[in-house]
């Protein structure tokens, strides 16, 4: 022991440098590097002060002014706030358009992703769509709507939304806003697809392949269940995004009360036209056509509850499938 | 297509002229004897694989060189050598995992029982020469998929669970890994231990019956403890299956390995029962390698 501690001294039991190494520590740093530092933190901090007050104001309005009737109650008109009712449709439709949206987006989303990560051929075939995909995520969501308006107002689509008797084709519909949103949460669902396949070590896929599986047989049974997590992921991603949108339901839904079109039970509703929470807030802020800040305060609470709800199921289900991962 | 001329092993064995012409013998290193595996037990000895001048470069660089050797249920063979030697990417030609690779090019005939590889189904091919790696990578299922993956779909229709117990008991059992697991079937596989994933690893690779069991480093991202218990399986493994193991652990070589390949630069400088190659090794460069001298 005394000889080997010669050799090499053991680290200090106390003393200033105390547990962690001399390089974690800032007090040894420059000054320079220590200014750079104070700023980094400041500007993390007022960040995180922004958010947190974005996020605590909403909730105070919301809870001032939200009243459980609310929840259970269609818009109705009136002239004062007391008698508007609640927001009922509005939050069904919510409900309606996220899931046309994840159902069209989901699916093709992964089928993208996978194509992509473990595919890719023809190169610049997987080229073009992936820089498709980045125009996609950087496009402003109105003029995807503006496309929407034009694309569902074509004769061809009339029959996804309403045709008045001059043969004018209405253009909105749950199904319209639905397919444009799925283009909004498309990017999101194939990047978390494509970065979850990435991670999967080439080992494991080789492992599959020396067992005798050919690639169809390996991205079925071994690499979609693996990014089972990122899928989920991704799809949440996607409902925050869809159910935060406002200008593609504004063009494509409008705001109107829950009404089908037609009489077929599941096809009705898609041809028919609604409103989300994001028009009800829209048309309900005191800017907006009907000016009842209260109701909109209420509306935000609970779209911003639904919103950072799924944004923490996502991250409990990443730290899931961080848990379970090969070296 | 069986081969009507089958090219002529390169014979390397210690008791046979060697095709190079032996270095002059001059003060080397001290050749250090490394120790031997106890219990030497004879086994019988059929010649299931042969290499012969087998060469692969990816891209136009050369990693395997003209390399020619049996394979032989009833024995270990361990390829040992320095990193970027060739030899991970010879045991890689032998189920054709090389073909995966987008720019490997090979030349030369590799025959399992008498038939060219080349002209079998490579899913095939890779039920009877299957691999296990050297990162334990069981897949994001329960402990019994794992070992059932492999028979599943085989059939055209997919078999019950029931009907597949016996296999995935058996494959386990015979990995030494049964009675470790034997309630937890349905556990997710990555919650096991490392050694126990690779056990379940080469589990899954016996459950399809293969002829040829690869090992590409298996122990090296293990404990010691575990790497002992690897080893005797592997021993044990090696009177129902031609074991081939790429290994560059000198030591572990010496314990579980019946012939040695040492391989250098792509080409096999050295072929020989392990005894001879650590011990009376007749090339230089081998007798360097095994001392410890460079690698």
């Avoid at chain 1, 919103?307 to 499938?321: E, F, H, I, Q, Y």
Wanted: charged share 15%.
């Amino acid at each position: 022991m005394s000889t080997l501690g010669t050799i090499a001294p053991g680290p200090p039991v106390n003393g200033r440098r105390g547990s962690s190494s001399m390089a974690m520590r800032s007090a040894s740093w420059r000054v320079t590097d220590r200014i750079g530092l104070g700023i980094a933190w400041l500007l993390g901090l007022i960040f995180c002060a922004i958010c947190a007050a974005i996020v605590l104001f909403l909730l105070i309005e919301g809870l001032r002014f939200i009243r459980p009737s609310m929840l259970v109650t269609n818009p109705r008109a009136g002239f004062t706030q007391s008698q508007t009712g609640g927001f009922l449709g509005p939050m069904i439709g919510t409900v309606i358009v996220a899931l046309i949206a994840i159902g069209m987006a989901g699916p093709l989303g992964v089928a993208i992703g996978v194509w992509l990560a473990e595919f890719g051929r023809p190169r610049a075939m997987a080229r073009i769509a992936e820089s498709t995909i980045e125009m996609l995520a950087g496009a402003p969501t109105v003029v995807l709507a503006l496309f929407g308006v034009l694309l569902f107002e074509s004769e061809p689509l009339g029959f996804l939304s309403v045709t008045n008797s001059n043969g004018v084709v209405f253009g909105k519909s749950f199904f319209a806003a639905g397919t444009i949103l799925a283009l909004v949460a498309l990017p999101l669902v194939v990047t978390t697809v494509r970065e979850g396949l990435q991670a999967i070590p080439d080992h494991v896929r080789e492992a599959s392949y020396a067992l005798g599986k050919t690639r169809i047989a390996t991205t079925r049974r071994i690499l979609l269940p693996a990014i089972r997590p990122s899928v989920i992921t991704g799809t949440m991603l996607g409902v925050g995004r869809v159910v935060g949108d406002t200008a593609i339901i504004l063009l494509l839904l409008g705001d109107t009360p829950l009404q089908g079109v037609g009489s077929a039970p599941l096809l009705s509703t898609l041809r028919g036209t609604g409103s989300t929470l994001t028009s009800y807030i829209y048309n309900n802020a005191p800017t907006g056509e009907l000016n009842q800040p209260n109701k909109a305060y209420a509306a935000a609470f609970v779209l911003l509850a639904i919103v950072l709800t799924l944004n923490v199921l996502v991250d409990v289900s990443g730290r899931r499938a961080r848990e379970r991962r090969w070296s | 297509m069986e081969l009507s001329h089958p090219p002529a092993i390169r014979r390397l064995h210690a008791n046979q002229p060697s095709a190079v012409a032996r270095p002059p013998v001059t003060k080397g290193p001290r050749v250090t004897t490394i120790p031997q595996r106890h219990n030497r037990v004879q086994t019988l000895v059929i010649e299931r694989m042969a290499v012969q001048q087998w060469s692969v470069s990816y891209g136009g660089n050369p990693a395997v060189r003209d390399v020619s050797l049996p394979i032989r249920q009833g024995e270990v063979l361990a390829l040992i050598g320095p990193s970027g030697c060739g030899k991970t990417t010879l045991l890689r030609s032998l189920n054709r995992l090389t073909e995966l690779t987008p720019n490997a090019t090979s030349a030369g005939w590799i025959s399992l029982d008498g038939v060219d590889i080349s002209t079998l189904e490579p899913t095939a091919l890779r039920r009877r020469v299957t691999m296990v790696f050297q990162q334990p990578n069981p897949f994001p299922m329960s402990i019994f998929d794992n070992v059932a993956y492999v028979l599943r779909e085989q059939a055209s229709r997919r078999p019950r669970r029931a009907a597949l117990k016996a296999a995935v008991n058996d494959a386990l059992a015979r990995a030494g890994l049964l009675d470790e697991v034997a309630g937890n079937l349905d556990h997710p596989a990555l919650r096991l231990s490392g050694g126990q994933q690779q056990r379940l690893c080469i589990a899954r690779a016996l459950a399809a019956n293969p002829e040829v069991l690869l090992l590409d480093e298996p122990c090296s991202a293990l404990d010691p403890q575990s790497t002992r218990v690897i080893e005797e399986l592997i021993v044990r493994l090696r009177e129902e299956v031609a074991v081939v193991i790429v290994t560059h652990n000198l030591q572990q070589a010496s314990r579980i390995a019946d012939h040695v390949a040492f391989m250098y630069l792509g080409e096999l400088v050295e072929y020989g029962t392990a005894r001879t190659v650590f011990e009376r090794a007749r090339q230089e460069r081998t007798r360097e390698y095994v001392s410890g001298v460079f690698g």
